[in-house]
């Protein structure tokens, strides 16, 4: 009912309109629908617990002042319309309860089914015509809540899972991606009360661990691990072997084992070194800035999203982050501003700008570097993503784009393309064109060639 009580703006109603048919056994022809419009927050809408939580942090800013324990509670206890907390005594829960109450009936949100552990303090609030939820105990004598998901014993004040669902579901072994996902979805638990005895839901089937000759840390690890596999040798194989796990070990002092992560840190650190070589930060202010640089690493353009000749969105590492582009609210350009060291925020956003600049640049130039030849490479095809190189504006300013048409020569190779942008169709010499390092499908580039 939490929702219904947000009053939804006249101007704003069209866009919840129904169609309400009083009589639904008649047929089309002589039906009357009625039109209706919802006055409050929809239940069951993606936005509604949003609007519920931005509509109460609203509503209780009223009460700083006023109530200002109760309010820290609320904010940090209030889980979309369920009121999670404890106190140091029984006359310290009981004004919470009381605070708590008149703040949000102040909202027209009435808060009910009070549950405790404590019988004097459920006496107290039934004496103050609280509506307490009243239940039995049940043929086990368990006395059973639900707490964000994971089961509470009032009379021992204890929580527990019930796991005979879940290890009934496990059982089956079904060793696919949805299957798995299914599993550990049904372990709900937003306090973290179970991940020092649960299994994590994923499991790294490559395990890369760096044997440096610089890492005490890396050595005293690999001990232990050989030490554990000479008592237990025969069980970590055959798990191994049943799991299909394959260990990777990168060779003392070889960094460039690694592959690309090793090129990206070393690409990061020269370029940091060089921006913020003379910078005094503080244990704060370095996170957020490295923080930030990561962002900026993870918004590189890798591959197409789609096949969609219509998509000009690129794949980038934040997708398999956060299943979406990694974004930040736009701020002002800071490189050229003078800087005062008692705005540290606004030095550390400096050193963000200039990473970027000098990243961005190195990154676009390194995709576009074309050295003499000995072999041939793949040609640029139809449908390909693309980034048009323009010497009169910034590189994070280069448009992208995708080939609609390539024109190769006489030797077959292509030297111009038909370039598709959201500001119409463009024809360049491949010279300007800058190819994401993913190719879009290598049977279809050896084909082309």
Not at 6 to 21: A, G, L
Not at 145 to 158: A, F, I, P, Q, R
Not at 397 to 406: F, K
Request: hydrophobic share 40%.
């Amino acid at each position: 009912m939490a929702f219904l009580m947000i009053e939804i703006d006249e101007s704003e109603r069209d866009f919840t309109r129904f169609f309400w048919d009083e009589n639904p056994g008649i047929d089309l022809e002589n039906k009357r629908l009625d039109i209706f419009r919802m006055t409050g927050v929809l239940f069951g809408v993606k936005s509604s617990p949003f609007l519920l939580a931005a509509t109460i942090k609203h509503h209780l800013k009223k009460y700083v002042d006023i109530f200002p324990d109760t309010l820290n509670n609320l904010n940090q206890s209030l889980y979309v319309d369920d009121f999670l907390c404890g106190n140091v005594s029984v006359q310290a829960a009981l004004t919470t309860c009381i605070e708590s109450k008149q703040i949000l009936e102040d909202a027209s949100m009435d808060l009910r089914k009070w549950r405790t552990n404590s019988s004097e303090l459920n006496q107290r609030l039934k004496n103050l015509n609280f509506e307490v939820d009243e239940h039995k105990e049940s043929l086990n004598t368990l006395i059973a809540s639900k707490v964000l998901g994971v089961g509470w014993n009032e009379k021992s004040d204890t929580f527990y899972f019930d796991s005979s669902d879940l290890g009934t579901f496990i059982s089956k072994r079904i060793n696919t991606k949805r299957y798995l996902l299914q599993a550990a979805g049904r372990l709900f638990d937003p306090g973290g009360r179970l991940k020092h005895s649960t299994l994590s839901e994923f499991q790294k089937h490559q395990m890369m661990l760096p044997k440096a000759t610089n890492f005490k840390g890396a050595r005293n690890i690999l001990n232990e691990w050989n030490e554990i596999c000479t008592h237990k040798s025969n069980r970590i194989q055959l798990f191994s072997a049943e799991e299909g796990i394959e260990w990777n070990f990168i060779p003392p002092a070889s960094p460039h084992f690694g592959g690309l992560w090793e090129a990206n840190i070393k690409s990061m650190k020269r370029i940091l070194l060089r921006v913020a070589k003379s910078t005094i930060m503080n244990f704060e202010e370095l996170p957020t800035l490295m923080a930030q640089i990561e962002a900026v690493l993870n918004s590189r353009p890798l591959s197409p999203l789609s096949s969609d000749p219509n998509d000009l969105n690129p794949l980038t590492p934040g997708h398999f982050l956060t299943n979406c582009a990694i974004s930040s609210f736009p701020e002002p350009y800071t490189a050229s501003d003078s800087l005062s060291y008692h705005s540290r925020w606004k030095l550390v956003q400096s050193l963000r700008d200039k990473f970027w600049n000098r990243w961005s640049t190195e990154y676009l130039t390194h995709l576009q570097t074309r050295a003499k030849w000995s072999e041939q490479n793949p040609n640029l095809m139809e449908n390909q993503l693309v980034i048009l190189k323009d010497p009169n504006t910034k590189p994070l300013d280069w448009p992208m784009g995708r080939i609609l048409e390539v024109f190769p020569g006489s030797d077959g190779l292509v030297r111009v393309v038909n370039v598709k942008t959201s500001t119409g169709i463009l024809k360049r010499a491949i010279t300007k064109v800058v190819p994401l390092p993913i190719p879009v499908d290598p049977a279809t580039a050896e084909k082309n060639n």
